[in-house]
């Protein structure tokens, strides 16, 4: 992984996103839409993935788009990450957008050291990843969801399914006692992915 930080670096807030190639040239606008909605200080640390699919999935699981499968290599990302956060007197919040999103809701499952999670359109289309989190502590007291009003219309089976299973997770963490919002964003899942990657982060800022 290669490791990119931005903002205000004496901040003891610190927002962690796993990003792929493909949204180098965004995090900066992301950055100024955050400090838009905003008046915390915060400090971005951009964790560019060597394989996307693999190094962000939590288990194996077969190929959706293309033949590119799931390694499941979840474990090893998050070893790294963690090894980002050793400052005690800095608060650590995590998040991304698709395959990144559900990577950060299962973070929160496995460490209490992050605040929060900032899962943007995340993939919980992923196979069984429902019915993980319904079966799994969130060691998080934040949690914001968000999807894009179609990203289900789609013939693929397995992708349709991602408006019904984050109702489902929304519900289970209101349950549970968890801080939590699903937002709505108009469109598919491609668009604007830079600013549903801020306002998710924009609103643990602003709900902690």
């Given amino acids: 992984m290669t490791i990119y930080e931005y903002g205000d670096c004496s901040s003891k807030t610190v927002l962690i996103q ?38 962000l999935s939590p288990w194996k699981a077969p190929a959706v788009f293309a033949d590119h499968a799931f390694e499941g290599n979840a ?16 608060q650590y ?25 900032a899962a943007a359109s995340p993939s919980v289309w992923f196979p069984h990843f429902t019915e993980y989190m319904k079966q799994t502590e969130i060691k998080s ?9 179609k990203e289900h219309k789609t013939r693929d089976r397995t992708i349709a399914a991602v408006r019904h299973n984050i109702c489902q997770i929304y519900s289970h963490l209101e349950s549970k006692g968890v801080k939590c919002t699903l937002e709505w964003n108009r469109g598919n899942h491609f668009k604007e992915a830079d600013l549903r990657s801020a306002k998710a982060f924009s609103w643990l800022l602003n709900n902690q």
């Fill in 141 to 149: 007291p934040l949690v914001y969801l968000s999807l894009g009003d």
């Fill in 93 to 117: 919040f995590i998040g991304g957008y698709s395959l990144a999103g559900l990577f950060a809701l299962w973070a929160v499952s496995q460490t209490h050291i992050f605040k929060g999670a």
């Fill in 75 to 90: 474990v090893s990302t998050l070893h790294q990450i963690i090894a980002l956060c050793g400052d005690p007197d800095k």
């Fill in 18 to 55: 796993p990003i792929g190639d493909h949204e180098l040239e965004s995090v900066s606008n992301e950055i100024s839409l955050i400090s838009s909605s905003t008046d915390r200080s915060f400090s971005l640390i951009a964790v560019k993935t060597d394989d996307w699919n693999n190094d």
